[in-house]
Nanobody, 123 residues
């Protein structure tokens, strides 16, 4: 299984970005998946996650109402739509897949990882 993350970039406060995580080797419908981020000097944190079924999602408090995670089974891709971006959203964003029905907040419980994509939000 390989995950290919893309879509990061340099944007201004209030802008939007859509991150993509394309999977190969297995269908995204067979995984619980998450988007993590890691800012310089900080631990990796779970930003958004989706159950294997695709119909249940979770978000960290800082991004609720601004970010949306969703799966597209036809494209075998998981997306993170990020709106109203803030400078504190600046980080490297990673997608990850976990065997099982439900996601986890713990990075060590995810088996497959994308390579990371940098999001920089200027003020």
């Amino acid at each position: 299984v390989q995950l290919q993350a893309s879509g990061g970039g340099l944007v201004q406060t209030g802008d939007s970005l859509r991150l993509s995580c394309a999977a190969s080797g297995r269908t995204v419908s067979s995984f619980a998946m998450g988007w993590f981020r890691q800012a310089p000097g900080k631990e990796r944190e779970l930003v958004a996650s989706v159950y294997w079924s695709g119909d249940l999602t979770n978000y960290t408090e800082a991004v609720k109402g601004r970010f949306t995670i969703f799966k597209n089974a036809a494209k075998n891709t998981v997306y993170l739509q990020m709106n109203f971006l803030k400078p504190e959203d600046t980080a490297i964003y990673y997608c990850a897949a976990r065997n099982g029905l439900a996601p986890s907040t713990r990075p060590d419980e995810y088996t497959y990882w994308g390579q990371g994509t940098l999001v920089t939000v200027s003020s």
